[in-house]
């Protein structure tokens, strides 16, 4: 099971450098570590009833802790929420309502993680966002 995800997550993201030129990535508004300089974007949206869930490190067994979860929206709105992910890699943005989002994922050290997520009372219930991240090479 873990390694099918590992090969989905893989799969699923393009990495983008600085030199790029997409409206995606307009970063205004997010948080932007210091050693950032690789964004990887996930394809495929998240469908999910709610903003939560987890956050792995390609590299290491222990999930990353404290890496800055973000949202922007919905659609073109410039309101962003964020939270941090806890020790088990987890993270939650509450009271979020139902329309589409940009997030970024960011850690220091890492490569960043970009994507669209949908909020929907008719997702899956259950469903949560899960993202690997890699090391900042």
Do not use: C
Not at 48 to 64: D, H, L, M, Q, W
Not at 100 to 110: D, I, M, P, S
């Amino acid at each position: 099971m873990k390694l099918s995800w590992l090969a989905i997550m893989l799969l699923t993201i393009t990495p983008w450098s600085a030199g790029q030129q997409d409206s995606f990535y307009n970063l205004e508004g997010f948080t932007i570590s210091p050693t950032e300089h690789i964004i990887n974007r996930v394809q495929q949206p998240f469908v999910v009833r709610s903003v939560r869930g987890v956050i792995r490190a390609e590299e290491y067994r222990e999930p990353p802790a404290d890496v800055v979860f973000e949202i922007q929206g919905p659609g073109t709105e410039r309101r962003f929420r964020g939270t941090k992910t806890d020790k088990h890699g987890r993270f939650r943005i509450r009271d979020v309502p139902a329309g589409t989002y940009r997030f970024k994922a960011t850690l220091n050290g890492y490569q960043s993680v970009m994507g669209t997520v949908t909020v929907s009372r008719r997702a899956v219930k259950g469903a949560e966002i899960k993202l690997e991240m890699r090391l900042g090479v």
